[in-house]
């Protein structure tokens, strides 16, 4: 991967980007925008970060712009539905992204679409500012995939396929023969052969030549060639022991897809099988004008996997190599963004990091009542978690670098995080209320069900089988309601008994009885012991926490939405399945409840030439964002808009 080099006029920010004093009325014509959305980026979590020295480009652009105290987002809290009312201003009742995962009337009633892949009901601004003559770019951006007819950006760049999936590979190294331009070698060639299965693409063979490349008169193999054609030439992936190399692969019609390597080997004679450990085979999906993809991929290479969990579950890879990893992911798409910053100077520009929502779904462990709760883990977990935060603040601090003095940078997020310890299956509450059927293999008979539940995060959408809406519904009109009130009751009486996971809380319950509540006390975190002596070990709680109808809910108002929306308390995320009514949640952080709440409040800052320098403000909303966008750039909000222009930004004229 070739460095992206900026400018030195890009270094002096502090020169360049908030210099000048004038309002509004006196701004530049050329005011260019970048938006960066940091997946599940919690408002209390940055700030506490911030104080205690763990984001210094974050705080330097705190200092240098606006802070909101209270940003909220939209209910659910999910990334689907809040990405799509960043980018459009409009709540879930226009975007028709009610959720990461929902049911389509128009398709079977077993049917659920993937939200990151559903078509905008209306127009994302990087699409509409397009129409109105400005030159815009999304990379890996929910809601901007280039293949969705219509609201692709001037210039685009989002995820492809997975390929294949990770592995880790015995290669038994035999004597090396047919190679063509092999390199030297103080002890004799050796090779290894591994096929390599790719979904929907040519299955391939790839040759790996070990190299000794040390003359210490003793076979020490310590570099390895990966070639399809045993032709070794400068596209081939190459080597050291226990260092990482990468592989690109043309899958055709100008397709590049590839993945990351490492020669796991403890001993260097290759006397014994050697592991090889592969990524997962990933490709992007690059659109824009003649020469940009071959532009992208000629200095950047393959779109690379953005994380690799069950590699790490398995054992098969260190907290460090899963951490390298990453590290590529974020660095590549950060690279890729600001390069097209730079040499294609789109107007506005949004990306997209993921890494804190994925580490802090993995390891919110803060509360006592989750699944393996101990103080060691959850220290051991917050540490990988802040490992993300930084990584979202380097990210920021190379932004800050390439900024010029016309540049405007939103710093967004789309939700906070809580912890869960508990997964409710809204399913099987359906089913012990006779609401849905399942046939002898425990799946759901759609053809006998008359509601039935998709689960996505803290959220679930209910939808009922009526004759009127679907293809083959068995719900009559003149029944709906009774049906959709039964429905309602199951889920305001479903009770679920709460039993704390930790053996440290079974340990206070004995302390309470013998007197000795102090030592316990000590050992708890202080955060979570007036909660812990309220709940006991065992109490019987309603965990859906909000439970409305399609016309309560009037944000939600599309037809993609179903006909009831459950919230689940704190602590309850939704999960598939019709047998236990809840059981210990095997996701430890989860979102898509109220952001009022703090711990699911989203970020908000703002810095810029126009902006106030060092101010905080009070409420914004996920909403505000598309509205005051579209003010910068000195274009027409679409009449869906439902934000308001967060015009206590500017700088007073």
């Known amino acids: ?16 980007l908030f210099s000048g004093q004038a309002g509004a009325e006196s701004q530049p014509e050329d005011q260019d925008v970048m938006v960066i959305s940091f997946d599940g980026m919690r408002q209390d979590i940055t700030k506490q970060y911030i104080k205690t020295g763990e984001l210094p480009s ?61 078509t905008i009901s209306v127009p994302p601004i990087w699409s509409e500012a397009k129409r109105q003559g400005k030159t815009t770019a999304t990379v890996a951006f929910p809601g901007a995939n280039p293949e969705t007819k219509n609201q692709a950006a001037d210039y685009s760049v989002f995820y492809g396929d997975a390929r294949a999936k990770s592995s880790l590979d015995q290669l038994s190294f ?15 060639l050796k090779e290894a052969v591994l096929p390599l299965k790719l979904k929907g693409a040519k299955n391939r063979v790839l040759h790996i030549l070990a190299v000794d490349t040390t003359d210490d008169h003793k076979p020490n193999y310590d570099q390895f060639i990966v070639s399809e054609n045993k032709q ?18 043309d899958l055709g019609s100008e397709e590049q897809a590839g993945f990351a390597f490492k020669i796991k080997q403890e001993r260097n004679d290759l ?41 790490f ?60 709760y101990t103080k060691e883990k959850a220290d051991l977990y917050e540490s990988y978690v802040k490992w993300a935060y930084r990584q979202a603040d380097d990210t920021i601090g190379k932004t800050m670098k390439a900024m010029d003095e016309n540049d405007h940078l939103f710093i967004v997020s789309d939700h906070g995080m809580e912890a869960a310890h508990t997964m409710l299956e809204p399913n099987a509450v359906l089913k012990e209320a006779g609401l849905l059927a399942v046939d002898r293999d425990g799946e759901i008979d759609y053809s006998k069900t008359k509601a039935y539940a998709v689960p996505s995060g803290s959220a679930a959408h209910v939808y009922i089988n009526a004759r009127s809406k679907e293809k083959n519904g068995i719900v009559a009109d003149d029944e709906i309601e009774l049906v959709r009130k039964q429905t309602m009751n199951a ?108 711990d699911l409040r989203p970020v908000f800052i703002a810095a810029g030439p126009s902006f106030k320098e060092g101010k ?25 808009v439902e934000g308001q222009i967060k015009k206590d930004l500017w700088k007073e004229q």
Do not use: C
């Open 232 to 249: 070794v030439n400068k596209g081939d992936g190459t080597a050291k022991s226990n260092e990482w190399g990468t592989v690109s692969l």
């Open 491 to 598: 889920f305001k009486q479903a009770e679920v008994k709460q039993k704390n996971q930790s053996e440290l809380l079974e340990q206070a319950l004995e302390a309470a009885l013998s007197g000795k509540e102090d030592q316990l006390l000590s050992r708890l975190p202080e955060k979570n012991i007036k909660d812990v002596w309220r709940a006991g070990i065992n109490r019987t709680i309603h965990p859906y926490e909000t439970v409305l109808s399609s016309s309560e809910a009037k944000s939600l108002n599309h037809t993609h939405s179903g006909d009831i929306l459950l919230i689940g308390a704190p602590g309850y995320m939704m999960a598939n399945g019709t047998g236990r009514v809840s059981r210990p949640s095997s996701e430890l952080g989860t979102h898509g409840g109220d952001s009022t709440k703090q």
């Open 313 to 372: 579950e398995k054992k098969w890879i260190t907290r460090k190599e899963y951490e390298e990893i990453s590290a590529r992911f974020i660095q590549w798409t950060t690279d890729v963004s600001l390069y097209i910053k730079q040499n294609y100077k789109p107007d506005v520009l949004f990306f997209y990091a993921p890494e804190i929502d994925h580490e802090a779904h993995h390891y919110t462990l803060t509360d006592p009542r989750q699944p393996g």
């Open 271 to 311: 006397t014994e099988p050697v592991p090889f450990f592969k990524t997962s085979v990933t490709s992007g999906l690059i659109n824009g004008p003649a020469g940009f993809k071959q532009d992208i991929a000629d200095r950047f290479g393959f779109f690379p996997v953005e994380s690799e969990d069950e590699a």
């Open 1 to 16: 991967m070739k460095k992206l080099l900026l400018p030195a006029a890009g270094l002096f920010l502090g020169l360049s």
């Open 58 to 118: 974050l705080e330097a652009l705190v200092e240098k712009g606006v802070w909101a105290k209270k940003p909220e987002t939209i209910t659910p809290s999910l990334t689907a539905p809040s990405h799509a009312a960043m980018s459009t201003g409009a709540a879930p009742g226009k975007t028709g992204i009610v959720s990461n995962q929902f049911h389509d009337p128009q398709k079977k009633f077993s049917n659920k679409d993937d939200a990151f892949h559903t």
């Open 174 to 188: 035999q004597k090396a023969a047919g190679w063509l331009h092999a390199p030297e070698s103080f002890t004799p």
């Open 616 to 640: 905080t403000i009070e409420e914004t909303s996920t909403l505000d964002l598309a509205p005051t966008v579209y003010e910068l750039l000195g274009i027409k909000a679409p009449s869906f």
